[in-house]
C-alpha cells in the first residue's frame, strides 16, 4: 500500500503522519479495552462510522498492545530520521519502519 500511495505521488511525511495518528488511537483504544472499558462506550467516542469504529476495535482487540507501542516507537524514529537523523533516502527508511512494525 505505501508503494502504491508513493507512486501516486503522496509524501512519505505525510504518510507517515497518517500512520502515526492511527496507531497513536489503535493503543489508546488498546489500553482502555485493557482497562476493562466496553468496546461500546469507546465506539462512541471514535470520530469515524459506528460500523468502521466497530472493525477498528474488534482489530485493536486482536493485536498486542506491546507491539502498538513498539510500532509508536518505529514511527517516531522513522519521523527524527526523516529529519535529518539519517542519510537513507526517505522512501527506503520508510519501509525498513514498515517491515520493523510487521515483523
Known amino acids: 500500500m505505501f508503494l502504491h500511495l508513493r507512486a501516486q505521488g503522496e509524501r512519505v511525511e505525510s504518510l507517515a503522519y497518517w500512520m502515526t495518528r492511527r496507531i497513536r488511537e489503535a493503543l489508546g483504544v488498546a489500553r482502555r479495552l485493557e482497562r476493562g472499558e466496553p468496546a461500546g ?30 510500532a509508536l516507537t518505529t514511527l517516531a524514529d522513522l519521523e527524527l530520521d526523516l529529519h535529518g537523523g539519517s542519510a537513507l533516502d526517505e522512501d527506503t527508511l520508510a519501509l525498513r519502519a514498515i517491515r520493523s512494525i510487521t515483523a
Not at 49 to 67: L, S
Open 41 to 70: 462506550a469507546i465506539r462512541g467516542e471514535l470520530r469515524m462510522p459506528p460500523k468502521a469504529a466497530a472493525a477498528f476495535i474488534a482489530d485493536v482487540g486482536r493485536t498486542d498492545t506491546r507491539a502498538l507501542a513498539h
